[in-house]
Nanobody, 125 residues
């Protein structure tokens, strides 16, 4: 059973930075894709970005491109989301998710089969 545990959320001012972590356990993570999603109150869950375990291929939503960076540490089975130049509209609960490379579009939440509990990010103006 896959377990994903996010950490690193908190309160930050506009323009600040945060780094979220997602520790994965329960199976081998030499392959597959990890995604980051977020959900603001009253809104649908939104794709943030993804990274493959094998070659570290990344893909970002336009709304975060150039500000957010996803990386992974295969030795620790951990994925990171570095968030810079944060804006109030980045306020949300951030989730990491695990999926198979061949599950379909990596930007779609339904293509991921394991999810973490989420970590809250609040960006004050």
């Amino acid at each position: 059973q896959v377990q994903l545990v996010e950490s690193g959320g908190g309160l930050v001012q506009t323009g600040g930075s945060l780094r979220l972590s997602c520790a994965a356990s329960g199976r081998s993570f030499s392959s597959g894709v990890m995604g980051w999603f977020r959900q603001a109150p009253g809104k649908e869950r939104e794709f943030v970005g993804s990274i493959t375990w094998n070659y570290g291929i990344t893909y970002y939503a336009d709304s975060v491109k150039g500000r957010f960076t996803i990386s992974r540490d295969n030795t620790k089975n951990t994925v990171y989301l570095q968030m810079n130049s944060l804006k109030p509209e980045d306020t949300a609960v951030y989730y990491c998710a695990a999926g198979r490379l061949d599950a379909g579009l990596w930007s779609l939440a339904r293509n991921y089969d394991s999810w973490g509990q989420g970590t809250q990010v609040i960006v004050s103006s």
